[in-house]
C-alpha cells in the first residue's frame, strides 16, 4: 500500500500521478549531448595531436574528471527536482508535492470537496504522440489554490477520473473507488 507523509488516518490513495518517462529522457540527452559528447570529442583531438606529454596529461585527466563530475551533479539535480513532483488523489483530498530545487520542496492540498474543475492539456507534438501534458485543478478558493502538474501521462484521462472522484465526494460523502496498492 502506498504511504506518503502527512496521510491522515482512514486517508486512502486513489491515485498516484508521476511525471513521463520523455522526462527523464530528455535530462538523459542533455547529459550526453552537454558533456559525454564533448569529452569524447575532446579525447579524440587530444590522442590525435597532443598526447604524449605527462604533465599536459595529468592536466588534461582532472580537467575531464571535474568536467564529468559536475555534469553528473548538475544530471543528478535535474533528475530529482522532475522526479520527486507527485500529484497523489486520495479519498478526502489531493495533495501536490513539488521539488522546486535540490532542497526545497512545496506541498500544497485541498480536499476533494473544494475542487470545482480539473482540465488536462496535451500540446505540442511530443505530447500528442505519448499522449502526456498538464493538469490544472481548480479549487473553491480561486486562483490562489490552483494545483498543476506537467508532463503527466494521459491527463485527460486523469483529470476525468478525479471529476469523477469529486463528483462522488461531494454527493455521498464517500468515495468508492479501489485504493491504490
Keep these: 500500500m502506498f504511504r506518503f507523509p502527512g496521510q491522515l488516518e482512514g486517508e486512502k490513495v486513489l491515485k498516484v500521478?508521476?511525471?513521463?518517462?520523455?522526462?527523464?529522457?530528455?535530462?538523459?540527452?542533455?547529459?550526453?549531448?552537454?558533456?559525454?559528447?564533448?569529452?569524447?570529442?575532446?579525447?579524440?583531438?587530444?590522442?590525435?595531436?597532443?598526447?604524449g606529454n605527462p604533465s599536459n596529461d595529468a592536466v588534461v585527466g582532472v580537467f575531464i574528471s571535474i568536467?564529468?563530475?559536475?555534469?553528473?551533479?548538475?544530471?543528478?539535480?535535474?533528475?530529482?527536482?522532475e522526479a520527486y513532483d507527485i500529484f497523489i488523489v486520495t479519498n478526502e483530498r489531493l495533495v501536490d508535492i513539488t521539488q522546486v530545487t535540490l532542497l526545497k520542496r512545496t506541498v500544497a492540498s485541498t480536499p476533494l470537496a473544494q475542487v470545482q474543475d480539473a482540465t488536462g492539456h496535451?500540446?505540442?507534438?511530443?505530447?500528442?504522440?505519448?499522449?502526456y501534458g498538464r493538469i490544472d485543478v481548480q479549487t473553491a478558493a480561486g486562483d490562489a489554490s490552483q494545483l498543476d502538474i506537467d508532463h503527466?501521462?494521459?491527463p485527460n484521462d486523469v483529470a476525468h477520473q478525479i471529476l469523477d472522484w469529486v463528483k462522488e465526494k461531494k454527493s455521498t460523502g464517500v468515495v468508492h473507488a479501489e485504493p491504490l496498492q
Design 17 to 51: 500521478v508521476r511525471k513521463h518517462p520523455i522526462v527523464l529522457l530528455r535530462i538523459l540527452v542533455g547529459f550526453l549531448l552537454t558533456i559525454v559528447i564533448p569529452v569524447l570529442i575532446f579525447l579524440a583531438v587530444w590522442f590525435g595531436s597532443l598526447a
Design 152 to 154: 503527466v501521462p494521459d
Design 122 to 131: 496535451v500540446e505540442g507534438l511530443f505530447g500528442t504522440l505519448l499522449n
Design 67 to 81: 568536467y564529468i563530475l559536475y555534469g553528473l551533479l548538475f544530471t543528478i539535480i535535474a533528475w530529482i527536482n
